[in-house]
């Protein structure tokens, strides 16, 4: 989710709402999405709209028949043009946060501010994290070596791993590795 959706990486962010810290805890917050993405969004529904006022006469006719199959593809689109806009804002209404206290790390993610999913991880040290690269393609750019492929390289991304008995768990991912060291650092103060 570190590709969209950033954390803070320092105590002194000027949104103090993304970073809360207690005595022995912190709370770190995402970030919402740039603002760009809500003119997207509104397209998006101006899109939807104008399909559901182009085919409405259609669908409606859709009911007059006795075809189970009609019937059935009319509750499918019906469904897909009320369920695609609620799905899409909820991208827009969704956080995650990380919450450290010692050797204790939780993750939360919450979509229209109710929690839907929440992970307790016990770290085996209160500075149990690494950051790790990753790239899942080969980079064919890298291999040709050319100048004119030089910007066209697979860098890949980094992920923030928590150490628990032995095992790597997935926190978060980010395409730079300078962030998540700061973040780790952060984390690791708790």
Known sequence: MGLLYIFPNSEDESD??????T?????LKTYGLPMVFWVYLAAIYVVVFTMWLTIKSALDKMLTYDDVTMIFLYWLVKGTLI???I????FFFFEKFIIKSKTSLTLVYRIFFIPV???KIK???????SVDHFMDSPNIAKMKSSPETRGFENKGYFELHAM??????FIDRHSRKSDLVKMQELLSKY
């Open 23 to 27: 005595l022995d805890s912190i709370t």
């Open 123 to 129: 770290l085996d040290a209160s500075n149990a994290l």
């Open 83 to 85: 369920l695609a806009p």
């Open 117 to 119: 999913w929440r992970k």
């Open 16 to 21: 103090n709402d993304r970073v809360v810290k």
């Open 87 to 90: 799905i899409l804002l909820a």
């Open 164 to 169: 628990s008995k032995g095992k790597a768990i």
